[in-house]
């Protein structure tokens, strides 16, 4: 079965730029996505990456994705306290979305 | 639109009582989704639904049962519930448009097993 790997945590300053990394397994996932966790609530989709692209920018968001060593980042620059939350990389085949364990973004002030 | 609701929002079980957890939509998404999150292990899915009338097994699938009898709804079922059932529980929908599956969650159930 398809593996999606991240750290638990991560804790950065205010201000400061954060990279969560992610590692899948199966090559043959189309699109791969970040999603963000906040207390208490379900999971809202951040931002998303097509298989053939290497790189997405969408405001303070950056995403990397380097095929051949099947890893997948996730840039925040300027990270906010409204940033502290915990974020999923997910692989996608069609209907299938394999979720990461999440990391937990801590932003100290 | 209310997007994606469930209920109920918390409950606590005694081991072998049974329950079920309703899930709702309403953006006319084909797929519906159940999974468990647990501390460490992200969500886990355990069963999904890409019609009305269809179901299928996920990753964790043994001590659930689904139904799709409506296109808007899914139901999971617990029919004797174990402490290993204690977790929360998300329902999440899509509409899969050409490759992309863009999920919609729902804010989760807790459930305790005691």
């Known amino acids: 079965g398809e593996d999606v790997e991240q750290s638990l945590f991560l804790s950065v300053r205010e201000g400061d730029s954060s990279v969560i990394n992610c590692t899948y397994t199966?090559?043959?996932?189309?699109?791969l996505y970040w999603y963000k966790q906040e207390p208490g609530a379900g999971l809202q989709l951040l931002t998303y990456?097509?298989?053939?692209?290497d790189m997405k920018q969408d405001q303070r968001l950056t995403v990397l994705l380097n095929k051949k060593d099947k890893h997948l980042s996730l840039r925040i620059a300027d990270t906010q306290t409204g940033d502290s939350a915990i974020y999923f990389c997910?692989?996608?085949?069609?209907?299938?979305?394999?979720f990461g364990t999440g990391t937990k973004l801590q932003v100290i002030p | 639109n209310a997007g994606v609701t469930q209920t109920p929002k918390f409950r606590v079980l005694k081991t072998g009582q049974s329950m079920t957890l309703l899930c709702a939509q309403d953006?006319?998404?084909?797929?519906m989704y159940w999974y468990r999150q647990d501390p460490g292990m992200g969500l886990r899915l355990i069963h999904y639904?890409?019609?009305?009338?269809?179901?299928a097994k996920g990753e964790v699938p043994d001590g659930y049962n689904v139904s799709r009898l409506k296109k808007q709804n899914f139901l999971l079922g617990l029919e004797s519930a174990a402490p290993s059932q204690t977790s929360v529980y998300f329902c999440?929908?899509?509409?899969?448009?050409?490759?992309?599956?863009?999920?919609?969650f729902g804010p989760g159930t807790r459930l305790t097993v005691l």
């Open positions: 199966d090559s043959s996932s189309t699109y």
């Open positions: 999440a929908s899509s509409s899969v448009v050409g490759l992309r599956n863009e999920q919609f």
């Open positions: 639904s890409v019609g009305e009338g269809t179901t």
């Open positions: 990456i097509f298989s053939n692209m």
């Open positions: 997910a692989e996608a085949l069609y209907q299938k979305v394999t």
């Open positions: 953006m006319n998404h084909e797929y």
